[in-house]
Structures are given as C-alpha cells and as structure tokens.
C-alpha cells in the first residue's frame, strides 16, 4: 500500500509539474511570437521600428490594454463582457455632456465618467445575478446594445469635441518622448496584479472561475464577486473611453465598436482560459501587444480594411483553438 501510495503522489506531482511547464511554455510562445512578428514587419516596412511609430503603437495599445483588464477579470470568472466598447462611448460621451455642455469642472467629470462606467457594469452583474440570466453572454450582449443606443440618443449621433486640458492629458500627454498613456496602463497592471495576488477578494476571483459551486459552498459570496467583477470592468473601459478621447481630442458614439473583440483575443492570446479560473494578468499585455502590433503592421502595408478585420478573426478563432486544445491536455 506504502509503494502505492507513493506512485500515486509521484504521478500527482508529474501532472502538476506538467502543467506548470506547458503554461510557461505558452507564454514562452506568445512573446517569441511577437518578436517574430516584430521582426517580419520591421523587414516589410522600414517605417516600423522608427521612434515615431513604436510611441504610435504604445499609445493605440493603452485603449486595449486598459480595456483587456476588464476583459481578463471577467472571462477569469468564466464569463465575458460585450459591453465593454458601448460602456466606452455612452460613458465617454456623458463626459462631453458634462464638461462641455453643462460646464462641469474636468476633474469631476473624469469621475463621474469612471462612475458611468462601473455603474453600467455594475448592472450587468446584477442582470446575471439577482435576475440569473444563464450567461454572461445575455446580459452583456443586451448592455451592449442598450449603451451603444443611449450613446447615439446622447447628442442625436453627433460627437463632441474640444475638452479641457486635463481631460486630454492622460491620452495626449508625453513625458519626454515617452505617452502619460503608457504609465498609466503600468500603474493599472501593477494594481490589478497586487488585487488578484495580494488580496483575499483576488483569490475569491480565481475561486468562482474555477469552480463557483466549491468556491458557494466554501464560503465566498459569489454573486457579490461577479458584480465587483463586472463593475470594474464598466470602469476599466470608461477609464479607456478616457485616453482615447484624449488622443483624439472629441467623443463620438461609435467609438469602441471591436474592442470588446480585440480584448478578447489579447485575453485568450496571453493564456486566460475561456474556461474559467486560469489566467495571469501580466500575459494579458503580451496579448495585447500582439494584437496592435499586428493591426499597426497591417495598416503599414496598407492591406485592406476587410482582410484586416478576417485576420483578427483568424486570430480569435486560433486561440480559443489552443485555450480548447490546453484544456484537454490539462485535464489528463
């Protein structure tokens, strides 16, 4: 019995060691994909390793970046948000009603705007959890639409431009030659990270997506934790509707339209499982650069427009592919 016992912790101990290997080979692999891609693109346009274009592409990858956060907290539980490029424009848009159509001091209204976009969450927490849609996909989906109409209703489809300096600064500003944008997304990934490891709630989250019936009957309130969840990920993308009002200096209902997409697959492509409860916040921006550097790339080469929106849904389709293929070689 003693040797048997013995097989079976050393069989246990493989596993584990397994999948701790594969899981760094994964990432491993994602980055040396995206030097590889680096690497070709810096080949086909000599235009893409100047100063100027790698600033452009750190400022584009902020909006995501920041977006992906949201993103990575909600499929860690399992589920996603939809709603994530609506929540961007509706709360962004309120922000222009505010600053410039009623005159409100900037300040205040970067925290109301932030306000909107964790209340708007918020509530797609509360439809899954004290209405029980089945899905997250439901709820987010139904948000999605609702946002993206109020956003139209707002200024009847028109944008709204001008805002104050301090609302530009965080999307517009430069430290050197170095985007406030940038420290910003690294301030928010550090914090995230300290949340998810350093905290009780963190490993609540990891929790629920693993298993939400163990993680009931342990004692977490899950309910709770899917509504924190989803309300920082309405806040998360109001604080990108943020920056990328800055960078362009105007807010405009359609804004956001494929970064519930793009956020997705930079999630998936940094090693979030669809699954639930598997995920590390710092691979999430290997995803995210992926993605832009690929979208930056493509526009460099000046490829078309359609093949551009079928190549990311290539990408989405292979990663979930992987997260699936992972899955199953995890669960051996």
Do not use: W
């Not at 491993?28 to 995206?34: C, E």
């Amino acid at each position: 019995m003693a040797g048997k016992e013995k097989n079976e912790t050393v069989m246990k101990s493989q596993i584990v060691i397994g999948a701790a290997v594969r899981k760094h080979l994964y990432s491993l692999g994602v980055l040396l994909s995206l030097f590889i891609l680096c690497i070709v693109l810096s080949i086909l346009s000599p235009r893409f390793l100047t100063l100027g274009n790698l600033m452009n592409v750190a400022s584009q990858a902020s909006v995501n970046a920041i977006i992906s956060v949201g993103m990575f907290l909600a499929i860690l539980t399992s589920g996603i948000d939809l709603s994530v490029g609506s929540t961007l424009a509706l709360s962004t848009m309120l922000m222009g009603v505010f600053s410039i159509k009623m005159h409100m001091n900037p300040y205040v209204a970067l925290f109301v705007t932030l306000a909107i976009g964790g209340l708007l969450g918020l509530i797609n927490g509360l439809l899954l959890t004290k209405l029980h849609l089945p899905h997250p996909f439901i709820s987010t989906l139904g948000m999605k639409q609702m946002a993206r109409g109020l956003a139209l209703v707002v200024t009847s489809a028109m944008p709204i431009s001008g805002f104050a300096k301090p609302i530009q600064f965080l999307g517009a500003g430069n430290v050197g030659s170095v985007p406030v944008s940038l420290f910003l997304v690294l301030v928010v990934y550090v914090l995230m990270y300290l949340f998810l490891t350093r905290t009780a709630i963190g490993r609540h989250i990891y929790a629920v997506g693993g298993n939400k019936e163990a993680a009931r009957l342990s004692g977490i309130n899950v309910p709770a934790v899917l509504n924190l969840v989803y309300a920082i990920s309405g806040m998360t993308a109001a604080l990108a509707g943020i920056v990328l009002v800055g960078r362009v200096n105007a807010a405009y209902p359609l804004a956001g339209t494929d970064y519930d997409t793009d956020a997705i697959a930079a999630v998936i492509i940094g090693g979030a499982s669809f699954f639930g409860g598997i995920g590390n916040i710092g691979n999430t921006i290997i995803g995210v650069l992926l993605i832009t550097v690929l979208r930056n790339g493509l526009n460099l080469l000046n490829v078309d427009s359609a093949i551009q929106t079928f190549a990311m849904g290539a990408v989405i389709v292979v990663a979930v592919a992987v997260d699936v293929l992972r899955q199953k070689m995890t669960s051996r």
